[in-house]
């Protein structure tokens, strides 16, 4: 399944997640370092819009914020994210991110990895469920662990690998690979 499909699957599990918070739950910190529930919903909103434009063979960042309540703002920015992947040649382009030029289908895949582990992060910081399946959570694992290597293990791109409890579910082993810790209440 290539991260487009992934990222088909997940966004609309986030969103479930995302339809549910609560205004008083926006401070409640997160295990992704020093984000609030508002935090990740911006980083994922800036993400989004950030490289939407260049998935169409434009520039990256060259649209202006979105504006508007929090939650509408992170479904359009999640729409426009999708449609751009979707649009005619978008998985033949190459995208400029963070760790160097790279596909945009394989950019797809990190997107897919970092969407995964945060809708982990709105779910425990809120108490709301978030169950992705196996097999998607299988597939975006397998190219995590060839995707991050460890210069990107930076502590604020992904932290260093942490062991996951015996127990753990397959969402929480792929969570420890990110680096965050898993603590059972």
Avoid: K
């Avoid at 400029?96 to 992060?121: I, K, Q």
């Avoid at 978030?130 to 791109?157: H, K, N």
């Amino acid at each position: 399944m290539d991260g487009v499909r992934q990222l088909d699957e997940i966004i609309p599990l986030i969103e479930a997640v995302v339809d549910r918070i609560t205004p008083d739950q926006l401070d409640n910190p997160t295990a992704c370092a020093d984000f609030t529930v508002t935090g990740v919903l911006e980083h994922m909103i800036g993400g989004a819009t950030y490289f939407s434009p260049a998935f169409r063979g434009g520039t990256a960042g060259s649209v202006p914020p979105l504006e508007g309540e929090l939650t509408d703002r992170w479904r359009r920015a999640m729409a426009e994210l999708l449609s751009t992947l979707h649009s005619p040649g978008a998985q033949e382009r190459t995208v400029n991110a963070p760790f160097g030029e790279v596909p945009v289908s394989m950019f797809a895949r990190y997107t897919a990895f970092d969407g995964l582990v945060h809708g982990w992060d709105l779910s425990r910081a809120t108490g709301l469920p978030y169950e992705p399946p196996d097999g998607l959570i299988a597939e975006v694992d397998a190219a995590a662990r060839q995707i991050v290597q460890p210069e990107m293990r930076d502590g604020d791109t992904f932290g260093t690998e942490v062991e996951a409890p015996p127990e753990a579910s397959r969402l929480e082993q792929i969570v420890a690979f990110s680096g965050r810790q898993i603590q059972r209440t």
